[in-house]
Each structure stands twice: as C-alpha cells, then as structure tokens.
C-alpha cells in the first residue's frame, strides 16, 4: 500500500522572509502516518533544507529534460537534489498551459528527475471543457500514458490528479469523480508497472484546504494531497496534514 504524502506547492510564492513558514512547520509535532514535503521556488530550497534538517521534505516545482548545457534560465534535476530537494513537480497545469508542456516533453524531465535520484510528482488532469464533454477519464488516461516514457520507475514516482478547473477557484469534484478518476489511474499503473503500483502514491489536488480535507482523504485510493493555496501557511497546512490519518 501507498505510503501516505502531504506535498505543498508554493508555484511562485516565497521570499526568503517566508521561510518562517517552514520553520514553522517543522516546529509541528511530525507526523508518522504520513510524509510531508513541500515544493518551493528554486530559490528557497537550500536554506529550506537548512532549516528542516530532514524534519519534512523538500521538493522542486520543475525541472529541464536535460542534464546540463545552454539553457539560460533552467534548471537541471541534478540541481535540485544538490539543493536539498528530494521530489519535483512536472507537468503542472500551470507548467502545460504557459509554457506548452507537452505529454513527451513532460516524459523526458521524469527520466530526468528519477536518474538523478529524485521523486516525480507527475500531475494530470483535465480542463472544465474537457470535463463538460465527459472526456476526464480519457484525457487522464492519455496524459499517463503520454508522460511515462520507457524506463519510468515505479519506486520514484508519485501522481497527483488535479483537475485545471479545481485549481486555485475553491471548486472541487464530487466524490465520485474524485473515486472515478483514482480508481482509473490505479487500474492503468497496475497494468503498466504491476504490483509495483501499489506502492505509488495517488494525490488528489485542487483547493484543498482545511476544511474539505479530511472528506478527500476518506475516499478510496486517495493517498494524499497537492496543496497549492493552503501551503503557504504553515498552520494551514498542519490542519491538512492532521486529517491525513
Ligand atoms: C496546485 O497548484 O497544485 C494546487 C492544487 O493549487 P490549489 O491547492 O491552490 O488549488
């Protein structure tokens, strides 16, 4: 069984006056029912790490398909973990829509993020018009398919299922879409990797907070959640966490 994961993503949120957040939330009592990471701007993640001192994880919010070379401007995931990092988010909605992310594209930084020891936190998800035409199931499923390239590892992988139209609007699916869409992803990662699935965590994301946390994480095959918004503030997230049980 997937071991439970509370992932924040700050997107681009966060000055180094910010980090007060983290120590915060290291500060919190930790939880063993659950990992805890958050994703931070390139920026923060090394004195983030400083300061968790392995308390919580850190993770990155991209990184670029390649090792190293001329690309003014990017990442590599090799950075990332000399960083401090242990995971990085790849194929955002957010990644996908400004900056045309594609499912091959998004493939190619997995393989890159795992050969340099990192976690992948795979996102999928459709639009609200994409939903309207009934086609969530379908466009998920390519998505997956799509974004795990030959030679993905199971082990050093994490999905997180976050519908466009979820994200940062306090709209959140029924929950038998939610159940729908987990029981789907599950089905096609078994296929795929075998009993190896079973150990990959299936998050849920898109306006989490507080208050509908704890109903998200009853639902069957929910393992977790990516909380953009409810990250920033360390006794937000800590109210999210505590519901994961
Ligand atoms: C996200 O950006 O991954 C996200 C889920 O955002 P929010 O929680 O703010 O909807």
């Known amino acids: 069984m997937a071991r439970r994961l509370a992932a924040g993503n700050w997107k681009m949120h966060g000055l180094r006056a910010d980090l007060a957040q983290v120590e915060a939330l290291?500060?919190?009592?930790?939880?063993?029912?659950?990992?805890?990471?958050?994703?931070?701007?390139?920026?923060?993640?090394?004195?983030?790490?400083?300061?968790?001192?392995?308390?919580?994880?850190?993770?990155?919010?991209d990184c670029h398909a390649n090792t190293h070379g001329a690309h003014t401007g990017e990442i590599s995931a090799a950075m990332l973990k000399d960083a401090g990092a242990s995971h990085v988010i790849l194929g955002h909605s957010e990644r996908r829509a400004d900056h045309g992310e594609t499912d091959a594209l998004v493939a190619s930084k997995v393989l890159a993020a795992q050969s340099a020891g990192l976690t992948a936190i795979l996102c999928v998800g459709e639009t609200l018009a994409e939903r309207d035409a009934g086609r969530t199931l379908e466009v998920v499923a390519t998505q997956l398919a799509g974004s795990l390239a030959e030679g993905a590892d199971p082990a050093r992988l994490v999905v997180a299922y976050e519908p466009?139209?979820?994200?940062?609007?306090?709209?959140?699916?029924?929950?038998?879409?939610?159940?729908?869409?987990?029981?789907?992803?599950?089905?096609?990662?078994?296929?795929?990797?075998?009993?190896?699935?079973?150990?990959?965590?299936l998050l849920y994301g898109g306006s989490v907070k507080p208050e509908n946390a704890a109903q998200i994480f009853a639902l069957q095959d929910v393992d977790g959640a990516l909380v953009g918004g409810a990250s920033l503030k360390a006794a937000d997230f800590a109210q999210i966490i505590a519901a994961l049980n």
């Not at 075998?194 to 965590?201: C, E, F, K, M």
Request: charged residues 20%; aromatic residues 2%.
């Open 26 to 61: 290291c500060a919190a009592p930790q939880p063993e029912h659950c990992d805890v990471l958050l994703c931070l701007p390139a920026t923060l993640i090394d004195r983030a790490a400083r300061l968790a001192q392995g308390r919580i994880g850190l993770g990155g919010e």
């Open 164 to 201: 466009v139209w979820a994200i940062g609007t306090g709209r959140v699916p029924v929950e038998g879409d939610i159940l729908a869409v987990h029981a789907a992803l599950r089905a096609d990662l078994v296929q795929r990797f075998g009993a190896a699935a079973a150990d990959i965590p």
